[in-house]
T-cell receptor, first 112, second 114 residues
Framework: LAKTTQPISMDSYEGQEVNITCSHNNIATNDYITWYQQFPSQGPRFIIQGYKTKVTNEVASLFIPADRKSSTLSLPRVSLSDTAVYYCLVGDGKDSNYQLIWGAGTKLIIKP | NAGVTQTPKFQVLKTGQSMTLQCAQDMNHEYMSWYRQDPGMGLRLIHYSVGAGITDQGEVPNGYNVSRSTTEDFPLRLLSAAPSQTSVYFC?????????????FGSGTRLTVV
């Protein structure tokens, strides 16, 4: 099971673009990269998932280089409501023994 | 609204008591999991199920039992509560196939064992 490493915390300001990078050196061929967002007293919320190159949805973009040993979650024009903990996970979605390893995540604080 | 429903939201138990945390999903998801989250930590997998009648242990299964008699329900039983089981418990589900394969989480049960 691939383990991920991400910064413990980050600060930014409203209106800025925020990039959170995650390293996953032992990612396996079949592994997908998934990001979740968690607000206090709530369960994590799925943000985005990708396998390679770039994925974009209405909330964020996910950039994955060719070697797939890292990934970057990009949040455009953040607001105060984006203050949360962000988790990066890797795993094989098609494996019946699929288990995710959750680190402590990155605590993102957005300032006015 | 579709999603994962957990009950109760809060619970206080005395050491040695037993109880069941309920989890239900209405999205016809094959995979369901139970996690615990301690303050400032990531989630740790307790038990998971890949379909009705199939369950398996996660990272921290001791002191907990699960069953999956239907696709919709995945209850978590605490056999004899201990203070070390004070935590927030999350149930999650996802489809077994297709992409993306992200989990949908419930709102959690905050359990205190005294």
């Amino acid at each position: 099971l691939a383990k991920t490493t991400q910064p413990i915390s980050m600060d930014s300001y409203e209106g800025q673009e925020v990039n959170i990078t995650c390293s996953h050196n032992n990612i396996a061929t079949n592994d997908y990269i998934t990001w979740y967002q968690q607000f206090p007293s709530q369960g994590p919320r799925f943000i985005i998932q990708g396998y390679k190159t770039k994925v974009t949805n209405e909330v964020a973009s996910l950039f994955i280089p060719a070697d797939r040993k890292s990934s970057t979650l990009s949040l455009p024009r953040v607001s105060l409501s984006d203050t949360a903990v962000y988790y990066c996970l890797v795993g094989d979605g098609k494996d019946s023994n699929y288990q995710l390893i959750w680190g402590a995540g990155t605590k993102l604080i957005i300032k006015p | 609204n579709a999603g994962v429903t957990q009950t109760p939201k809060f619970q206080v138990l005395k050491t040695g008591q037993s109880m069941t945390l309920q989890c239900a999903q209405d999205m016809n998801h094959e995979y369901m999991s139970w996690y615990r989250q301690d303050p400032g930590m990531g989630l740790r997998l307790i038990h998971y199920s890949v379909g009705a009648g199939i369950t398996d242990q996660g990272e921290v299964p001791n002191g907990y039992n699960v069953s999956r008699s239907t696709t919709e329900d995945f209850p978590l039983r605490l056999l004899s509560a201990a203070p070390s089981q004070t935590s927030v418990y999350f149930c999650a589900s996802r489809a077994g196939t297709g992409v993306p394969l992200g989990y949908t989480f419930g709102s959690g049960t905050r359990l205190t064992v005294v």
